[in-house]
């Protein structure tokens, strides 16, 4: 049997090995393993699409939720774990005419990392907009607890609570023709194939558009397009991406966000902050990121 590989987890295809991976297959085994490792910081992995693992070994415990994939649709709501695609999800809802996920096409994320992140969609709102309720585990203490969507205190690409893990979401969409919200779905995922470089390997957005001005414009008027560490390349389609064009590493891709920070506070006086997460598993101390 292959040893696991975080390059094969991930959309940027970059990472070392697993000292410990776990893929708990019940929502029940998800809260156990969360609770037995917690003073060892847990690192929980989704669709690892936003995620640059490090080089060499992984030495804090992974646990996956690629296992956690049911979903219910009742009406105009949907309880879905934390492991659902978006994908998946917005295929169930385009289905059955409901408007609000195909916003969030071609992001290849899960429930639990939409929530998270607060990911971003065409439509100009973050998931948790749709979000009615959650199931959350508190970390400290064990308990599950349900939160209203409209109490979590959503901000730009975070839902802002610490000590806490996501276990499923529940969503209120809207009613639409069906054949509508599909032209939509394509529509928006063609537009995003034509701005996008989605034939590479990536982790989306490096950074975060700070107030005012888009990262990718600032990126680009520096001529930043093109600029290579290793095989890791900021992408000359869209320069808020950084592609991995066959065997980057993640020093590689450190190495270029570093230099774009760098370029940027030079040249506008501004910090970027990084999007994507940095996964820093050299040892077992809490999580930062």
Not at 267 to 275: K, S
Request: charged letters at 25%.
């Amino acid at each position: 049997m292959l040893k696991p590989d975080l390059s094969r987890l991930t959309s940027f295809r970059i990472g070392g090995e697993p000292v410990e991976l776990r893929t708990p297959g019940t929502l029940e085994e998800l809260a156990r393993d969360l609770v037995e490792l917690r003073s060892r910081s847990p690192f929980i992995l989704g669709g690892g699409s936003n995620t640059l693992f490090s080089d060499g070994p992984f030495r804090r415990p992974i646990i996956s939720t690629a296992r956690l994939r049911r979903m219910e649709l009742r009406g105009r709501r949907v309880r879905a774990e934390c492991g659902v695609r978006l994908g998946t999800l917005i295929g169930a809802a385009l289905a059955h005419g409901l408007e609000g996920p195909e916003s969030f096409v071609g992001i290849p994320a899960t429930v639990g990392g939409a929530v998270v992140m607060n990911a971003g969609g065409a439509s100009g709102y973050g998931f948790g907009a749709l979000v009615r309720e959650l199931g959350l585990l508190e970390l400290a203490t064990g308990d599950v607890i349900r939160a209203r969507g409209e109490d979590i205190p959503w901000t730009y690409r975070s839902w802002q609570l610490r000590g806490f893990a996501v276990l499923w979401a529940e969503l209120e969409l809207e009613e639409r023709a069906p054949r509508e919200l599909r032209d939509r779905s394509r529509e928006l995922f063609h537009r995003k194939r034509e701005t996008q470089p989605l034939e590479l390997p990536s982790a989306g957005c490096i950074f975060k558009n700070p107030a005012g001005q888009p990262a990718a414009a600032m990126i680009d008027a520096l001529g930043l397009k093109g600029l290579r560490r290793g095989d890791a390349e900021v992408s000359t389609r869209h320069a808020n991406f950084i592609v991995n064009r066959g065997h980057a590493r993640a020093s590689d891709v450190k190495g270029l966000i570093r230099a774009i920070q760098e370029r940027v506070a030079e040249a506008y006086g501004v910090r970027l902050e990084t999007e994507v997460i940095i996964a820093d598993g050299a040892s077992e101390e809490p999580a930062t990121e």
